[in-house]
């Protein structure tokens, strides 16, 4: 639906408003990567991509500011970044090769044509960077209050089965690759330092803090998923993987209920990682989360974190088994608290920044 | 990122912010349309689309409060109607035939569960009557200050080449497949009758302006784009194709640039519609415009509107030739206003409504 009433006033030169669609977008697409399974990229109806396996691996997942990103703290850069690199570890996580992106971005009309060039040039980097090969097909670009980058990725299982989550058996290793908890604790610091005298989100403050703490901070804010390992996992034989998004104990539970079993991790593999409790609850790490057939040599950067034992085993004669509201993760054997994650409707303060 | 300010106010019950993410869910999935060509349909990092061809159709619009929508105009049901139907429109613009959608969704924390139930089924009602056998996949929930609905559609070609946008040639027949002009007429029977005293965006303004126009305001706030007459056309050899988004003046003008040919629309086929000027400047009708070699029977609802002509050729002697900001296109060989659609950046004037 269009809108017949004429803008208010005439908006500045360099932004979206100023310089309109069509000059925006001849700006932002030759930023864009490209993808090596493109048949027929952007400038028609739609897009044509390359299915060699005749299936398709397909997620999607919006950064929205607010509740996803505060512009103090990230960069547009940033976020062009963690849009691609979230969604090629969904891909990852189920064995596929992440082969294109379609990008649908809605931003305020007083966003500088420059900003929408970073984004689309964090989105190359991070392709560049996790997925080879792997660019954008397509997209859309819309006018909105509130800044939106809703992305769609594509994945090719080459010929293997999907790894899912309800895979996992009695015996199997868990194992994780990629950090657990750090992301959180970056954001903690961001919280904690990267605001000012009046606790707001401040972009010299954030500055800062990311110099005296570049490696969490740069976990929360560009995150690096060890895409390939996805791959690694599924050739491996992983029986169960997913996308660390929500922390390990609710993303561990969904597998543990997904499977119909328990996983009982070991305590001192989690204090290794060295974020204390944040290993267990901590979310948006992007970390790969797998089960391997016991005695599987575990690839890529994958490290034993616990084993899957069957509902009423061995390590879980405190717990009843798991199901809905029943204990389906353990750490050395004990029953732990199962929450994390975070809820987005019941928890978002409204604030932006 | 998440926000570790608690919300300020404990939300209403029946909304999002009151259910939570999960409990919504749970609401909304079940009245989401199946995919027959899922391998792998929601609940995992991602899904599994069939793609038997060996190529997949892939296109993304989102649709925003504000510049898209009001919401004093559109309910819910609409509103997961016309953004299934716009996307289809863009499959079938390909010659390909939908077979899947991702519907990432942002809504305030404070939108009746009831709404998205409603957008939920909008969608399914979309597919079952333009495109029976496609269905949601995937998608996203997420909260923003601005209720955004991202769709990405997939499509299947079926063996045939894509139908492109810069394939006509001269003496091609120039046809239409949908209404010209009707969706922009139902957009200015709201502004006129749809309001209230202040000229505000009206509920009750706006049911009373359905009940008298109900074709015309049909057309804008549900359309029904002929998808089936999509595939026809790939079958019967268009040798160019595009869903009619910006009026059939720019979009014309598209086909023409692409190809390097010029189209010479026939003004008595043109007023048949009965849209006066809106015919050829109107935007939103998502019809099918398509060029056909000389002597094919047009499948479908395809009506004959004009003819493809060569630059400089006889129906040209007024105009220069295609090429930027040269004329494109004639109506009964003479150049018209290629003017119309709708720049979201330059001419949205901020309400919302």
Redesign the interface.
């Given at each position: 639906?269009?809108?017949?009433?004429?803008?208010?006033a005439k908006?500045a030169l360099d932004?979206?408003?100023?310089?309109?669609?069509?000059a925006?977008l001849a700006r932002i697409v030759p930023r864009l990567p490209a993808s090596g399974a493109a048949?027929?990229g952007p400038g028609?109806?739609?897009?044509?991509?390359?299915?060699?396996?005749?299936?398709?691996?397909?997620?999607?997942?919006?950064m929205?500011h607010?509740?996803?990103?505060?512009l103090a703290?990230?960069s547009m850069h940033d976020l062009g970044f963690k849009a691609a690199a979230t969604n090629l570890?969904?891909?990852a996580?189920?064995g596929?090769r992440p082969t294109?992106l379609?990008?649908?971005l809605?931003a305020p009309?007083s966003t500088p044509v420059a900003d929408l060039e970073a984004l689309a040039e964090g989105l190359t980097d991070a392709c560049a960077a996790l997925a080879p090969g792997c660019g954008v097909?397509?997209?859309?670009l819309?006018?909105?209050?509130?800044l939106?980058i809703?992305v769609?990725?594509?994945?090719d299982?080459e010929g293997r089965a999907?790894v899912?989550?309800d895979g996992a058996r009695p015996g199997d290793v868990v194992a994780v690759s990629g950090p657990l908890g750090l992301a959180a604790q970056g954001?903690?610091l961001l919280?904690e330092l990267g605001v000012d005298s009046e606790g707001e989100p401040d972009a010299t403050a954030a500055a800062r803090a990311r110099a005296e703490h570049p490696v969490p901070i740069a976990a929360?804010l560009t995150p690096h998923p060890p895409i390939a390992d996805g791959l690694a996992a599924a050739i491996a034989g992983a029986t169960a993987?997913?996308?660390l998004s929500d922390g390990l104990a609710l993303d561990a539970r969904r597998v543990a209920i997904a499977s119909g079993v328990m996983i009982d991790l070991d305590g001192r593999a989690l204090a290794a990682h060295g974020t204390g409790p944040l290993a267990l609850s901590g979310?948006?790490d992007h970390s790969l989360l797998a089960t391997f057939p016991p005695g599987v040599t575990l690839p890529g950067g994958f490290a034993p974190i616990g084993r899957v034992v069957a509902i009423g085993g061995a390590a879980g004669g405190e717990a009843g088994g798991a199901g809905d509201g029943a204990p389906a993760v353990l750490v050395d054997g004990r029953v732990v608290d199962e929450r994390g994650g975070?809820?987005?409707?019941?928890?978002?303060?409204?604030?932006g920044g």
């Open positions: 639906m269009t809108d017949a009433v004429p803008p208010p908006p932004t979206l408003g100023g310089v309109g669609e069509i925006a048949v027929l028609d109806d739609a897009a044509v991509l390359s299915a060699p396996d005749g299936r398709v691996v397909v997620t999607t997942d919006m929205i607010g509740p996803d990103f505060r703290w990230s570890s969904d891909i996580a189920m596929a294109a379609v990008v649908a809605a009309a097909v397509g997209g859309d819309s006018v909105s209050r509130t939106t809703a769609t990725a594509f994945g299982l999907p899912r989550r954001l903690a919280f929360q993987m997913l996308d979310g948006e975070w809820d987005p409707f019941a928890e978002w303060s409204g604030q």
